[in-house]
């Protein structure tokens, strides 16, 4: 089965952009559906982009459309995220997952992920 390692957070400003990235390992990539996840401190955790095996079926939480994109390297097994423009309101702890690979698709239900990573904490100061 896949494990998953986050790493790239860190303490940034707002307006600044950041990447973080998810290594993934013991498992084939690039047949799984990935989602990026966040929690902010007293909130459940929240879905903030995903992607399907294929690279052409994305998803955005409208927060974060527009600024956040969401990229996959199957050749090296990388999962990432591009941050833009971020906000306060963009601090959290944030989670790579993957689906079963019995599925091709993403989904927008964080139960149906199968596989997560420890996380790793971005902070915007304002």
């Given at each position: 089965?896949?494990?998953?390692?986050?790493?790239?957070?860190?303490?940034?400003?707002?307006?600044?952009?950041?990447?973080?990235?998810?290594?993934?390992?013991?498992?084939?990539?690039s047949?799984?559906?990935?989602?990026?996840?966040?929690?902010?401190?007293?909130?459940?955790?929240?879905?903030?982009?995903?992607?399907?095996?294929?690279?052409?079926?994305?998803?955005?939480?409208?927060?974060?459309?527009?600024?956040?994109?969401?990229?996959?390297?199957?050749?090296?097994n990388?999962l990432?995220?591009?941050?833009?423009?971020?906000?306060?309101?963009?601090?959290?702890?944030?989670?790579?997952?993957?689906?079963?690979?019995?599925?091709?698709?993403?989904?927008?239900?964080?139960?149906?992920?199968?596989?997560?990573?420890?996380?790793?904490?971005?902070?915007?100061?304002?």
């Open positions: 089965q896949v494990q998953l390692v986050e790493s790239g957070g860190r303490l940034v400003q707002a307006g600044d952009s950041l990447s973080v990235s998810c290594a993934a390992s013991g498992g084939t990539f047949l799984h559906a990935m989602g990026w996840f966040r929690q902010a401190p007293g909130k459940e955790r929240e879905l903030v982009a995903a992607m399907a095996r294929s690279t052409t079926s994305t998803y955005y939480a409208d927060s974060v459309k527009g600024r956040f994109t969401i990229s996959r390297d199957n050749a090296n990388t990432y995220l591009q941050m833009n423009s971020l906000k306060p309101e963009d601090t959290a702890v944030y989670y790579c997952a993957a689906r079963s690979p019995y599925y091709r698709e993403y989904s927008v239900n964080i139960n149906s992920y199968a596989y997560w990573g420890q996380g790793t904490q971005v902070t915007v100061s304002s």
